[in-house]
């Protein structure tokens, strides 16, 4: 499986813009690119996901270099509650497990 | 969005005694059922996939014989723990997988998790 690279730990302010960065290499043509998200003591959360071309949805954002070698998750006005960590992860398509690295540990101050 | 409950959220059993994990999608039908556990500071691992009316596929390092999972319809799926032992405690989560129309890739849906604790 193709690996990612996350940043350990990333810090924000309210209401500002956060850019969480993720390498992805060994990206294969097939590859999706998904993100999810874990709150203390509770289960992932999906987030969003994408192929080539960036992605909108009501909780965040998704850029995607034109080499698909890097990506970058975008949460335009971080809160509080967005305070998680958060997991990118290549999936080849349907009915395949994830793999979970050890994501990026967002911390959102006031 | 979909929503994936399990049950008990969280139990305590003595060493020994069996514990069984249920996972449930209750707004879709889930072909495919992941379970995976968490120790503390760690990241989630993967221990079984589970397919509607066929065995379940084990991740290597994983016992099939102490882990037990069933997957009787396409919206529930159990996991037993059998003779449970304190190295067994864990955060246990369930996901079911979700492929849209037009999708080229599935949606997995996560469950609130189990905290097991074995005296």
């Known amino acids: 499986d193709a690996k990612t690279t996350q940043p350990n730990s990333m810090e924000s302010n309210e209401e500002e813009p956060v850019h969480l960065p993720c390498n992805h290499s060994t990206i294969s043509g097939t590859d999706y690119i998904h993100w999810y998200r874990q709150l203390p003591s509770q289960g992932p959360e999906y987030v969003i996901h994408?192929?080539?071309s960036n992605v909108n949805n009501r909780m965040a954002s998704l850029a995607i270099a034109e080499d698909r070698k890097s990506s970058t998750l975008i949460l335009h006005r971080a809160t509080l509650r967005d305070a998680a960590v958060y997991y990118c992860i290549l999936s080849r398509g349907s009915g395949y497990a994830l793999n979970f690295g050890k994501g990026t540990s967002l911390l959102v101050t006031p | 969005g979909a929503v994936v409950s399990q049950h008990p959220s969280w139990v305590i059993c003595k060493s020994g005694t069996s514990v069984k994990i249920e996972c449930r999608s209750l707004?879709?039908?889930?072909?495919?059922m992941f379970w995976y556990r968490q120790f503390p500071k760690q990241s989630l691992m993967l221990m079984a996939t589970?397919?509607?009316?066929?065995?379940?596929?084990?991740e290597q390092g994983v016992e099939k014989d102490k882990f037990l999972i069933n997957h009787a319809s396409l919206t529930l799926s159990t996991l037993t723990v059998t003779s449970a032992h304190p190295e067994d405690s864990s955060f246990y989560i369930c996901s079911a997988s979700q492929l849209l129309g037009g999708q080229g890739t599935d949606t997995q849906y996560f469950g609130p998790g189990t905290r097991l604790t074995v005296l």
């Open positions: 994408g192929l080539t």
């Open positions: 707004d879709f039908q889930a072909t495919t």
């Open positions: 589970s397919n509607e009316g066929s065995k379940a596929t084990y």
